[in-house]
């Protein structure tokens, strides 16, 4: 197998004006997925009205399955090719499926053309997430890998919020109004993508990719010109940390061998990976998507404000990966992990204990939400650094797609659904219930990492996972 220094020069680096453009072009995509969830949820009673598109409750209820059913689809579809065809080349294609897509939306004449764009915009958002996990972590330096991750997987309550802002601006009747209010939020969201496409078309392939690919002169070319520039801005650069290790094997694995590396040669992972991404996503989409039911139903807010609650809930999300991320390098993946996953657990519990009590209004709800997911936003986001860090890199984006489709495909339909029926009965008691449910499987899962984590911070992706046919792969 090729052996290569490349993967110690690229960890070496100090960060650099170069590495926050690649953050910014990349990990926008998390702050479109946010602006989406959020934009359908706040105008989802607009588009009832009989002067838009006059759609029953059941059927937004379905654009929601087939957005993140389509999310699902894609992720598998588009982790697959970007293992295969490169990295550079998926988060392009995948940009422009979303962009296309959100346009289209603006412009949907019925309920049907509604959900087919709905449908098409997540096949492009979740191809994003393989594409675009597998790029920032062989593009970033080890000991930052962490926090650096923790924050862009953050970057989507910013999103959250903007969509927020964006339809509460829109859909007043000064500005543009209901009618055409809702158009402009889609087709504003695809002028952002094209915006960001210019930006992204500037991002290197991986030069990891490329050495595992048999393409080392191209990889050896990208890393001069990255070191180069970061010459330029920090002066000499520290040599490279030990001697070169193996590239990769430039074939892509079949369907079996990606099955034999999850669960006979990484089967621990691969059950804390599974642990962590369905529980997240439960926790998550069980909240986030009866946000609204919750407020309305229990504590009387009227439909249009609620919005306004979207904003102190994606504060807490925000911040939560930005301050606690460095802890995720310094005092390690493992506890780190089981900390913020059990903390989260036991503070929504608390808070769903306080509420069947009756002790929380709508305002006091949503803090301690926002107390709550300060914490579980961390945790959440830290699912996604271990599944993008701890397999092979020939692998890497498909692993990421794998369970990323099987946690959305769980938490993402069994949620809503189950938190919806106990919404309905009226009941504050079945309620907590659900947040009880939420609060146990992040507590396993914060256990389970805590017993079978993988030790990752500060460790080349090479060294936490040997490139398959290595004679360092177990």
Known sequence: MTRTDIPARLDRLPWSRWHWRVVIALGVAWVLDGLEVTLVGSIGGVLERPDTLGLGAAQIGWTGSLYIGGAVIGALVFGRLADRLGRKKLFLITLMVYAAATLATAFSPNFAFFAVCRFITGLGIGGEYAAINSAIDELIPARVRGRVNLAINGSFWIGAALGAGLSLWLLDPRVLGPTWGWRAAFALGALLAVAILLVRRDVPESPRWLMAHGRAEEAEDIVRRIEAEVRAQHGALAPPDGPPGPAGRAQSPGWREIAHVLLRRYPQRSAVALALMISQAFFYNAIFFTYALVLTRFHGVP??????????????????????????????????????????????????????????????????????????????????????????????????SIFYAVGTGAGGFVAPVLFGALIETGSRGAVAVGYAIGAALVVFAGLLALRYAVNAERKPLEEVAPPLGSDRAP
């Open 303 to 400: 439909a249009e404000r609620v919005a306004l609650y979207i904003f102190p809930f994606a504060l807490g999300n925000v911040l939560g990966p930005l301050l606690l991320g460095p802890l995720f390098d310094r005092v390690g993946r493992r506890r780190m992990i089981a900390l913020t996953y059990v903390l989260s657990g036991v503070g929504l519990a608390l808070t769903g204990w306080a509420f069947m009590q009756g002790w929380l209004d709508a305002r006091s709800q949503a803090l301690c939400w926002s107390a709550v997911f300060f914490l579980a936003s961390a945790a959440a986001s830290s699912a996604y650094l271990t599944v993008s860090e701890v397999f092979p890199l020939e692998m890497r984006a498909v692993a990421i």
